[in-house]
């Protein structure tokens, strides 16, 4: 008889969110698998992140984190935010639910869920996870790493069998197949920048604004929004143009950050004690969609989440879509046992055209929450379009629901989005108030619609 092969070490690069998952989904199919992180442990007592940041998990996220049986001890320190709370300049509040009753998206700690991830990744059998371990190079042809040791300063060569590169929006992996022949790159840098900002809990630990809601200070050409944290407090990012009148560059003192604080965020300004020492002390991000092909090479490497298409925050799917790769990786796994061949060409082919279509979504939700959600037209038009989907719920799911609440691919959702948006294009003449939806001649227009599309 043949012998067995040596059984194969799978090496994942990075220890995010994508990679801790993909981990867990590797090893839960039986395979060996080694992790790499150029960061230190983040659940050592003494890394506590100075800032916390969180991020909103939906439908596919949850799907996702269900498949490897850690959807339920996230839930436990998860919010549930059912509905964008508009704050107006003159402090009028306006709620926009997200979906139908019980629907929610939910803000969760980005490193309390990174480091529940960790925790399970350790108890795994199977997954061996190495910290400060910076890979420096990839050497694709010889199948190496340049991994240097981010304590001791020591570099080293580390060869890989099968490399998985989920090493985040400049990724290393990614940087190597970047200079392969015939590969497909591009980035694209908004002119917007990103600064994270604390609104205070209240008095023992209370929401000094509405828990359940994810606040929005949509002002046009900018906006700040807020999600909330366990402890009462709100993380708040503003979204602000770099250059420009209203614009990073033209807030240089505290006191001119404290005075356009005062005019345009008037009800948030006395929420946020540390608003001028956050303001200078943090950084400023900028906000880039990546988009690249193939995302495997030679059968051996595979790039997913962040790397191989990191997308602007906007629709709060950025780490839902990398969890997604993970469970469609899984049920390929599933469906070819390890005919890697097969499972990377399938891979691509099938998330490519979807993880492109979130990266317009993400851009066109920029455009929507900074100016459209604060036009009384837009939002008018969005309780037209909860009508038609109550009326008639099996043919009609608002656009963001479809991306939020369901698992149809993301570019099956683009395009059904862009077909009612028409619809709605062509109903909204006709509509100047609420009740207006119930007029015969509106619902005989409707009717017709409706006809058209089944
Ligand atoms: P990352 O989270 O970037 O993780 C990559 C890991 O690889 C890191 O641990 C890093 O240290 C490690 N690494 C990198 N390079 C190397 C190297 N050379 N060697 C070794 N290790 C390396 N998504 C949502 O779904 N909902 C949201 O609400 C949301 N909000 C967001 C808000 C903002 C402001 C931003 C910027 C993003 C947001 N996202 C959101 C997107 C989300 O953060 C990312 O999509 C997600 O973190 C991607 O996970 P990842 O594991 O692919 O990459």
Redesign the pocket.
């Known amino acids: 008889a043949n012998p067995q092969p040596p059984a194969e070490t799978l090496t994942v690069?990075?220890?995010?969110?994508?990679?801790c998952l993909l981990a867990l989904y590797l090893a839960r199919h039986g395979h060996s698998v080694e992790l790499?992180?150029?960061?230190p442990d983040i659940r050592g007592e003494a890394k506590v992140e100075a800032r916390s940041i969180n991020?909103?998990?939906s439908d596919r996220?949850w799907k996702a984190l269900e498949g490897v049986g850690i959807a339920e001890a996230v839930r436990e320190v998860a919010i549930a935010m059912n509905g964008r709370m508009m704050h107006g300049t003159d402090g009028q509040l306006t709620f926009q639910p997200y979906g139908q009753d019980g629907q929610a998206i939910y803000s969760v700690s980005?490193a309390g869920l990174n480091r529940r991830m960790l925790d399970l990744v350790e108890q795994q059998p199977g997954i061996r996870v190495q910290f400060d371990?910076?890979?420096?190079r990839v050497d694709l042809r010889r199948k190496q790493l340049e991994m240097r040791d981010e304590t001791t300063g020591e570099a080293r060569i580390q060869p890989f069998q099968r490399l998985f590169g989920?090493?985040?929006?400049?990724?290393?992996v990614r940087g190597a197949m970047q200079r392969t022949d015939r590969f497909n790159y591009s980035q694209q840098y908004l002119d917007y920048g990103?600064k994270e900002l604390t609104i205070a809990a209240g008095p023992k630990g209370s929401w000094p604004l509405e828990k359940h809601a994810l606040h929005i200070w949509p002002r046009g050409q900018y906006m700040m929004i807020a999600l909330p944290n366990l402890d009462g407090s709100f993380n708040c990012?503003l979204f602000f143009p770099y250059e420009g009148a209203n614009s990073f560059a033209a807030l240089q003192t505290p006191a001119q950050v404290r005075s356009f604080f005062a005019e345009h965020f008037a009800d948030a300004l006395p929420l946020m004690p540390e608003l001028e020492t956050e303001f200078f002390a943090n950084p400023t991000?900028s906000l880039v969609t990546v988009r690249c092909f193939p995302w495997s090479h030679a059968d051996d490497v595979l790039l997913?989440?962040?790397?191989s298409h990191?997308i602007v925050?906007f629709y709060?799917?950025?780490?839902?879509s990398?969890f997604e790769d993970c469970a469609v990786l899984a049920e390929l796994l599933g469906e070819h046992g390890s005919d890697w061949p097969r499972i990377m060409r399938r891979f691509e082919t099938m998330r490519k055209p979807n993880t492109d279509a979130m990266a317009d979504l993400a851009v066109y939700n920029f455009y929507e929450m900074r100016d459209r959600v604060a036009d009384p037209r837009f939002l008018l038009q969005k309780k037209i379009e909860g009508k038609l989907a109550a009326q008639y719920p099996a043919q009609w799911l608002p656009l963001y629901s479809q991306v939020t609440f369901s698992q149809i691919p993301y570019a099956e959702a683009l395009a059904n989005g862009q077909a009612q948006e028409q619809v709605m294009q062509r109903l909204m003449p006709h509509i100047q108030a609420e009740a207006d939806y119930e007029r015969p001649e509106v619902q005989a227009l409707v009717a017709a619609e409706m006809a058209r599309r089944s």
């Open positions: 690069m990075g220890a995010g969110l994508v990679g790499f992180e150029r960061r991020l909103a998990l996220g980005r371990q910076h890979c420096q989920a090493d985040g929006a400049y990724s290393a990103y990012t991000s997913l989440g962040d790397a990191a925050p709060g799917q950025g780490m839902n990398g």
